[in-house]
């Protein structure tokens, strides 16, 4: 870096020599050189050039070396005085190259000042410039994030080239993400179609006419939600005015624009108000009214703003409820109350004012909002009103005394007519039964072809008549919606064959082939068996009726099966005369046929088919048919059934653990059975001695009382609902007496009332043997109580489980419909003989009991109804006649509930439905056996035949009648001379007589008798 430096000093003095060696010989070869001045005039040349352009120093360096050139040339000795002047020439020379020097050295610092001021500068300008990026930028950080807080985007569109740019938050807004809107049709497309319109407004009336843009507009968010936005902006123009680029901010006001429809409708809810409403503040002024008010009260606007609402009162509304308003504003609750204003004509009127006071958050109370409804026209309506009320209620007053009148009339005859039904039943009923039976009984004795074909005849004839009766009563039941279906489980191949069975002779007779199937439909079913039967019966009759050769097939179909149940459809095909198509629509009308030349060759009343389709709509079904003209028919229901369970058939014939542990433990236990009714007694009977315990019966609660304070007994079974004296009553007697505080006393009753039974707990009874007696459970309550107070016997190998003696001795079960024999026979112990003994001891004693227990409801005698139906119902059930035992079950319950009349007698003839069937079959069970049965009895013991009879005679029981004739052989050695006159007051119907005669001839003066173990 020296070597350059010194260099550079160097040069500038070379070049001076060397600038005046050139300039020398330059002048030596001109044609002048020999004239000295021109020669001087040549070496200043460089002199000046070195001193001006080189500075002093090189000045001085030439001039001293023109000197020397000088010096030594030949021309230095012929010019001196030149030579001198030529020194001083180039010493001034060299002076002002020295002057010029300086002064370009002290430029040169300037400049050199100035160049360091503006370096100085050009730094601070460049750090300026980074101080200003880094604010920019940070300005466009805070203005990033100012939109995002305040949802604000930033669009550009450069209209020339169709392109445009969106901020971040701007794409944000629209839920798109970068690059998805890439010109402006796209973003239009985005646009609502309904505020498409104002975006081309905006382009045609503010950006052509160089205004600023500012338009509100619906857009379609990614998510399917529509959002509101706000779009301010403005264009650049070329130089002919035409729009080249467009720039603005978008705003989402969604959330300010939706409480601004809020708003609206709420303004529009309070201005278009039908009410009058006033908002004051809390000063009373007045601040906002609606235009209902100004119609109402014909102010204008400007008249009552900034007013007191006083000036529309009329001076007629009392002072008392300004004060009770003002005190309930006060407390900051709502006030509603009456006015009676005045309106800018004077005209007065009432109003109804709800005053509200508006509450700010810190619970200042800043206005009161009035709603005020115009209820003039509704006084003088309510005063017109008032006016005419008594006389109204006057008219309402005697118009519903003609309408109780009316119903009462009316309910007196619908009474009537139930009762008439009911009593129609049995009186037409009760013949017919007979006149059946006695036909079944005739056909049985000798009779020739002739009298054969009469019986027939009768038979067909009773049966017809008696099928028009129960169908007339079903469709009536059925119309009044007082039939009800049961729910007991059934074997549909049962059902099916038996209805196969009633029409098989008919069919047999006309060559035509019965065929059932049912594939596919469970074995058990759960419903009303009685009901399909019938309903299957109408069908399969009038098939029967209407064909005359080819088959009939009874079908069963399992069309669906759910939660709830099977659907099922029956249904008959027969290969008959067929129906024409205009004649279905009438098939299923009441007292309705095809043809009414139908019912002159066919016979009919036309209520078959339509008691079908009622009660397939009871059961959830529906009735209909198919048919064609000479091709048969097809009748069919469908019906909402169960799945059902099959039941045993040997239960009964088993022995129990309990009958065992009896006849071993307690051989010989004194038994007082208390019973009034016979056949049950003669069951209980029947039961106790066949456990070898010693019995003694009673007929009702006096008797009962009189023979345990006589006598001892280890346990006594108590009926509860008696003549004379009831159960409850002797119960409470006997416990009187401190001795029989420990006496086992048993309730018998068929009650299930709850109410019942501890009425029988609070008389004293320790426990209950249910109606009917199921002998498994008599056994097992008489060994617990019989335990508890009486030693037993020492207890014997029991015999191993399987099929008794009585199992082995059980009859084949009686064919009587409604009748369970099997139950029936076991109660008995299997003895067929007696069983059918006591079927018709039930026959002789119930057959009257419907028309018995109508009569009392009629004459309002409901305990006495209640006691038959009582009766009823336990009797059947013994006997195995659950259908009989059920209904009257149900007779009883309703009794008890004190049902109204209408219902009851529903009931009354629900019972007698299943009595008659019951009764007419067992009339026809035939009389050889009930001669046979009569032979069995001879070996009845005295004192029992005798106890019975005085029990029958007791409660004038038309049945002692029969058993009188059955024992004559007893009786008569019994009375002796007497037998006779006690036969003739027994014909003459005098029991009292009888029972005397008899009394007196077994020195007895009480009624019953003590049977002891056989």
């Known amino acids: 870096m020296s070597s350059l430096k010194r260099s550079r000093t160097i040069i500038p003095y070379l070049f001076a020599v060397a600038a005046v060696a050139a300039v020398f010989a330059v002048s030596q070869g001109l044609p002048a050189a020999g004239q000295t001045p021109a020669s001087l005039l040549w070496l200043m040349l460089p002199i000046i050039s070195c001193a001006l352009f080189c500075g002093p120093g090189p000045g001085v360096a030439a001039t001293l ?10 021309a230095a000795g012929e010019a001196g005085l030149s030579f001198w002047l030529f020194l001083a020439n180039a010493v001034l020379v060299c002076w002002a190259g020295l002057l010029l020097q300086r002064r370009r050295n002290r430029e040169l610092l300037k400049a050199r000042a100035e160049a360091a001021n503006l370096v100085e500068a050009a730094v601070t300008a460049r750090q300026r410039a980074e101080l200003a990026s880094t604010a920019l930028r940070e300005s466009e950080q805070r203005l990033r994030m100012a ?94 005015g035409k729009p080249i680029r467009l720039f603005g901010v978008n705003l989402d006001i969604t959330e300010p624009k939706t409480a601004e429809q809020d708003l609206m409708k709420l303004a529009q809810v309070v201005e278009q108000n039908p009410s009058g409403i006033i908002v004051t503040n809390a000063d009373g002024k007045i601040e906002y009214v609606n235009q209902a008010f100004l119609a109402q009260t014909g102010y204008k606007r400007e008249d009552v703003l900034g007013a007191n609402p006083r000036f529309l009162q009329s001076g007629k509304t009392p002072r008392a409820v300004f004060r009770e308003m003002w005190r309930t504003l006060q407390e900051g609750r709502v006030w509603k109350g009456e006015f009676i204003n005045r309106d800018r004509r004077g005209r007065e009127y009432t109003e109804f004012v709800s005053v509200i006071p508006i509450r700010q958050p810190d619970g200042r109370v800043s206005h009161f909002v009035s709603v005020q409804e115009d209820i003039t026209e509704k006084k003088r309506i309510g005063a017109e009103l008032d006016r005419h009320r008594h006389h109204l209620e006057e008219l309402v007053a005697s118009r519903t005394a003609e309408l109780a009148a009316a119903r009462a009339q009316a309910d007196a005859a619908n009474q009537a007519k139930t009762a008439f039904l009911a009593n129609m039943s049995h009186e037409i009923r009760t013949p017919m039964n007979a006149i059946i039976g006695l036909t079944y009984l005739l056909r049985q004795s000798r009779v020739d072809a002739e009298q054969i074909d009469r019986l027939d005849k009768i038979d067909n004839a009773a049966q017809h008549l008696l099928a028009v009766i129960n169908d007339i009563l079903d469709l009536s039941k059925i119309e009044a919606g007082r039939l009800e279906l049961e729910h007991t489980d059934f074997s549909l191949p049962a059902l099916l064959d038996h209805v196969r069975s009633l029409i098989a002779d008919q069919a047999r007779l006309k060559g035509v082939k019965l065929v059932i199937d049912q594939d596919g439909v469970p074995q058990w079913l759960r419903g009303d068996p009685t009901r399909l039967r019938q309903a299957m019966l109408n069908y399969a009759s009038n098939a029967v009726k209407f064909t005359e050769r080819g088959e009939i097939r009874l079908l069963a179909e399992l ?89 045993g058939e040997c239960s009964v014939a088993k022995p129990s653990g309990a009958e065992d542990a009896l006849k071993l433990q307690h051989p010989g236990a004194r038994i007082l059975l208390v019973e009034d009714n016979p056949i049950n007694r003669e069951v209980a009977l029947e039961l106790l001695n066949g456990m070898g315990l010693a019995v003694t019966t009673a007929e009702n609660g006096r008797v009962a009382v009189d023979k345990v304070f006589a006598d001892r007994f280890d346990l006594v079974l108590m009926d509860v609902q008696m003549p004379t004296m009831d159960g409850l009553e002797a119960t409470r007697l006997i416990r009187e007496r401190a001795e029989f505080a420990k006496l086992p006393i048993l309730a018998m009753t068929a009650n299930v009332f709850d109410e019942d039974r501890q009425e029988c707990l609070a008389a004293g009874m320790n426990g209950f043997v249910v109606k009917p007696v199921v002998p498994d459970d008599l056994y097992r309550a008489l060994l617990d109580w019989l335990g508890r107070g009486v030693t037993p016997a ?90 009989v035992a059920a209904a009257a079950a149900r007779l009883d319950q309703a009794l008890h509930e004190e049902t109204e009349l209408a219902g009851c007698l529903d009931l009354v003839r629900l019972c007698e439905e299943e009595l008659n069937p019951l ?94 173990p056989p």
């Open 147 to 240: 939109q995002e807080g305040a949802h604000v985007g930033i669009w550009d569109w450069d209209v020339v080239n169709d392109v445009c740019h969106w901020s971040p938050e701007c794409t944000r807004l629209y839920g798109l993400e970068p690059g998805d809107l890439r010109s402006n049709a796209d973003w239009l497309l985005r646009v609502h179609p309904e505020d498409q319109p104002l975006i081309e407004a905006q382009w045609r009336e503010r950006v052509m006419q160089h205004l600023p843009i500012d338009i509100e507009f619906r857009f379609l968010h990614r998510s399917g939600e529509i959002r509101w936005m706000v779009s301010r902006g403005q264009a650049q123009y070329d130089a002919d």
């Open 919 to 1012: 009764l007419s079959g067992i009339e026809a069970m035939g009389e050889a056996e009930e001669i046979a049965d009569a032979d069995a009895a001879t070996g009845v013991r005295a004192d029992a035949a005798i106890a019975e009879l005085q029990n029958l005679l007791a409660e004038d029981n038309a049945l002692a009648c029969r058993l009188a004739k059955k024992y004559a052989a007893t009786l008569a050695a019994v009375l002796g001379q007497d037998y006779a006159e006690f036969s003739r007051q027994l014909d003459g119907f005098n029991f009292v007589a009888a029972l005397a005669l008899l009394n007196k001839a077994t020195g007895n003066s009480g009624l019953g008798g003590e049977s002891g």
């Open 65 to 74: 070396a023109a000197a020397a050139v000088m010096v030594t040339g030949a």
């Open 794 to 883: 020492p207890a014997a190998e029991l015999p191993s489980a399987g099929c008794s003696a009585d199992a082995k001795r059980l009859e084949a079960p009686i064919a009587i419909a409604g009748l369970n024999s099997l139950q029936g026979l076991a109660v008995v112990r299997g003895d067929g003989a007696k069983y059918r003994r006591l079927l018709r001891m039930f026959r002789d004693a119930h057959r009257d009991d419907t028309k018995r227990i109508v009569d009392a409801l009629l004459e309002q005698r409901q305990a006495e109804a209640r006691a038959l139906a009582h009766a009823l119902k336990g009797v059947a059930a013994t006997l195995g006649a659950f259908g």
């Open 559 to 647: 069309l669906a099966e759910d939660a709830d149940g099977l659907t099922l459809r029956f249904a008959v095909e027969d290969s008959g005369i067929g129906i024409a198509a205009d004649k279905m629509p009438m098939l299923f009308e009441t007292f309705a046929q095809a043809d009414v030349t139908t019912t002159r060759k066919f016979g009919g009343t036309g209520l078959g088919l339509a008691i079908t389709r009622r009660l397939a709509w009871m059961m959830g079904g529906e009735a209909g048919a198919d048919s064609c003209a000479g091709q048969g028919s097809r009748f069919w229901f469908t019906a909402r059934l169960q799945r059902g369970h099959g039941e």
